[in-house]
Each structure stands twice: as structure tokens, then as C-alpha cells.
């Protein structure tokens, strides 16, 4: 009864800049984190960048300096703007949520479906 619903994935030159949403709906009574993760072809899923709840922040070293997460705990959304994008980001970037469901004292890690995230000329 939980879902993530992840926006704004796109083809977009080197260099250039795109912003991911995600917003998670349902029983949901706390989400502890939530992140995003890229997985492309031939490659393991990774981790780009997660966001607990208190606003701590965790990135890649591949992408600190140029990717910001931030959220909207109101919302239960997280944001990902991504800059000066190369050519080897190109993956499918999934969102993550970490929720703790009404009635439940444990958590449960949460899927959104991927959205395609391609960087080329």
C-alpha cells in the first residue's frame, strides 16, 4: 500500500542539468530516508545520494559537487537536481524510500519503477 512515483528522467546533452522527483503515497506513518539509486546496463545498482528525515545527507563520491538532494517530509517527496551531467550517468534512476507503515515497528525499503535518464549528443 505504499508507492513512489518518480518524475522527470529525459535525455539531456553532457553538461546539462535535469531534476528528479519522487513522492511516495500511501500507509506510510514515518519514512526514516529516502534516495535515489541509478542502475545502468551491465552495471550493479549504486547508490547517487540519500536524505534521512532529519536532513542529513549522503552522496557518491562521483557526484558530489554537482548533485544536490533535498525533500519535502510534508510531502513525503525527495529531489534530486543533477548538474553538469556526463555522458556515463546514463542509467535508469530508481527511487528509495525507507518507510515505517501504521501499526508496523519496522521498516521496509520501497521501489519506485525507474525513470530513464540518458546523457549523450
Known amino acids: 500500500q505504499v508507492q513512489l512515483v518518480e518524475t522527470g528522467g529525459g535525455l539531456v546533452q553532457p553538461g546539462g542539468s535535469l531534476r528528479l522527483s519522487c513522492a511516495a503515497s500511501?500507509?506510510?506513518?514515518?519514512?526514516?530516508?529516502m534516495g535515489w539509486y541509478r542502475q545502468a546496463p551491465g552495471k550493479q545498482r549504486e547508490l547517487v545520494a540519500a536524505?534521512?528525515?532529519?536532513?542529513?545527507?549522503n552522496y557518491a563520491d562521483s557526484v558530489k559537487g554537482r548533485f544536490t538532494i533535498s525533500r519535502d517530509n510534508a510531502k513525503n517527496a525527495v529531489y534530486l537536481q543533477m548538474n553538469s551531467l556526463k555522458p556515463e550517468e546514463t542509467a535508469v534512476y530508481y527511487c528509495?524510500?525507507?518507510?515505517?507503515?501504521?501499526?508496523?515497528?519496522?521498516?521496509?525499503?520501497?521501489w519506485g519503477q525507474g525513470t530513464q535518464v540518458t546523457v549523450s549528443s
Open positions: 500511501g500507509s506510510i506513518d514515518s519514512i526514516n530516508a
Open positions: 536524505i534521512t528525515s532529519g536532513g542529513s545527507t
Open positions: 528509495n524510500a525507507m518507510v515505517r507503515r501504521y501499526s508496523s515497528s519496522v521498516t521496509i525499503n520501497y
